[in-house]
């Protein structure tokens, strides 16, 4: 049954993200430019949504919700971890990447359509835990003072540090983005980051994921911390970067999978950040933090 399910939800995936993508793209009348082999790029998508339908499945077990509120986690997560969050990143390069806005918000478009469509049939594929969450009013200030420290600092942190040791390290990254192969210290490149506004933005997205993290750790069934953040980890990791695997137009196959590695390492460390912090503060905070009781 496990694998039956596996297998549907993956074609189903598959077929409702491409499907997704021709329709929006005939909607507005937009030709995106091809990334060369497209056998072995179908082939590649469908390895993708197996990946992420993976993921997801373990994530959906550890849900303690009825049907419609299930529904809406399983949308949120897949769409804003696949197609939000990584979409804003591009958006803010576009400029220098010379991406076409169409092409970044038919992505948005798309797969706002696929991953609800997915997560119906999602939702209908497995039986409904219920449970009851209670939320008292003295959570929300520490909650907001983690969220704060885990997306103002901790995110970046992780962000600029990967970017630099793993990804940055790539002579021939250096040059796509920047024209040059020198490699400056770490400090001068930090230094450009804060000049040109890139800190400040990825704060403002840390503190987005950081406050999408918690809920999604909120909602889980309370059992063993290292399984969340294992979990949790996988979750950020896959569903961010899994579809790095597919080629991109603008992107060579050598930074696409070193952007793979940078950012799924980071993302999955991240994931598990967030879940020891929560898992800390619903300790320290007993019957104050919202908790899903099985």
């Not at 619903?282 to 009781?293: L, W």
Request: glycine share 6%.
């Amino acid at each position: 049954k496990y694998l039956i399910r596996i297998i549907q939800l993956t074609i189903l995936f598959t077929i409702v993200w491409i499907a997704s993508i021709l329709l929006v793209n005939f909607i507005t009348d937009y030709v995106p430019p091809s990334a060369g082999n497209d056998q072995a790029g179908l082939l590649l998508i469908l390895l993708t949504c197996l990946l992420e339908t993976l993921v997801m499945d373990l994530y959906i077990r550890q849900l303690s919700l009825s049907r419609w509120p299930r529904f809406t986690v399983i949308w949120v997560s897949l769409f804003v971890l696949q197609f939000v969050l990584t979409q804003m990143e591009t958006w803010f390069y576009i400029g220098s990447e010379s991406i076409p806005t169409t092409l970044v918000l038919n992505t948005v478009y798309s797969g706002l359509l696929a991953t609800g469509i997915f997560a119906l049939f999602a939702t209908y594929s497995y039986p409904s835990k219920v449970s009851k969450i209670t939320l008292k009013s003295p959570v929300i200030y520490p909650s907001i003072v983690y969220i704060l420290v885990l997306g103002l600092l901790v995110y970046p942190g992780l962000y600029f540090l990967a970017g630099y040791f793993i990804a940055w390290q790539n002579e021939g990254l250096r040059v796509y983005y920047t024209g040059t192969a020198q490699l400056q210290s770490f400090p001068q490149v930090m230094h450009d980051n804060l000049n040109e506004g890139i800190v400040y933005f990825q704060m403002a997205r840390g503190v987005f994921w950081a406050a999408l993290g918690w809920f999604l750790t909120m909602v889980m069934i309370p059992k063993s911390k290292h399984k969340q953040a294992l979990i949790l980890g996988l979750l950020f990791a896959t569903i961010m970067n899994a579809q790095l695997l597919i080629p991109k137009p603008y992107m060579s196959d050598p930074i696409r999978l070193t952007h793979a590695i940078e950012t799924g390492s980071s993302n999955f460390l991240w994931g598990m950040i967030v879940v020891y912090c929560y898992r800390y503060l619903s300790s320290s905070i007993k019957d104050k933090i919202p908790v899903a009781n099985p």
